[in-house]
């Protein structure tokens, strides 16, 4: 697979970091799958990713309609498997656990097409560790955004 060939993101967790990696790959035209285990969380992540646009908006650096197109790209999903269904991308961005984030890419490679890649947004978890059960551990890697991700948006487009 190649980065041309990447058209929806899957994220895993909508919290602290997962909805601002979800708005990073929406705003760059990515369409994005969201799942949060707590459904209070994958709720109000679209009301956050709107507020992550204000101070961008005040200082004329995004426009009101960007907000819009980010949130039309961002799908809440009501389950991992839903979740897998359609990324070519997958990242993860749960709490600091290691035996949770094993189960949770076990389910995803149960679930995930056979080419999608996997990537942790770990900051302090050996990716060797997590990944150490997958079945192919060629298509996992780690990633790290820094908090908050949103910020990203002014860096430039993810897929440079």
Not at 25 to 53: C, H, P, Q, R, W
Not at 57 to 80: F, H, Q, Y
Not at 121 to 147: Q, V, Y
């Amino acid at each position: 697979m190649e980065l041309k060939d990447i058209g929806r993101i899957g994220v895993i967790g909508a919290g602290l970091m997962g909805h601002g990696i979800a708005q990073v790959f929406a705003s760059a035209g990515y369409n994005v799958n969201l799942y949060d285990a707590d459904k209070a969380t994958l709720e109000a992540a679209k009301g956050k990713i709107e507020a992550n646009f204000k101070p961008f908006i005040a200082l004329g650096l995004a426009k009101p309609e960007d907000v819009a197109g980010c949130l039309g790209r961002v799908s809440p999903c009501p389950s991992l498997e839903a979740l897998c269904k359609g990324p070519q991308y997958i990242i993860e961005a749960i709490l600091e656990d290691l035996e949770l984030k094993r189960k949770v890419f076990s389910e995803v490679e149960r679930h995930a097409a056979p080419d999608a890649i996997f990537s942790s947004n770990t900051s302090a978890i050996s990716i060797t560790e997590i990944g150490a059960a997958l079945k192919n551990k060629g298509r996992f890697l780690g990633t790290h955004f820094w908090p908050p991700p949103g910020v990203a948006l002014r860096g430039g487009d993810p897929r440079r």
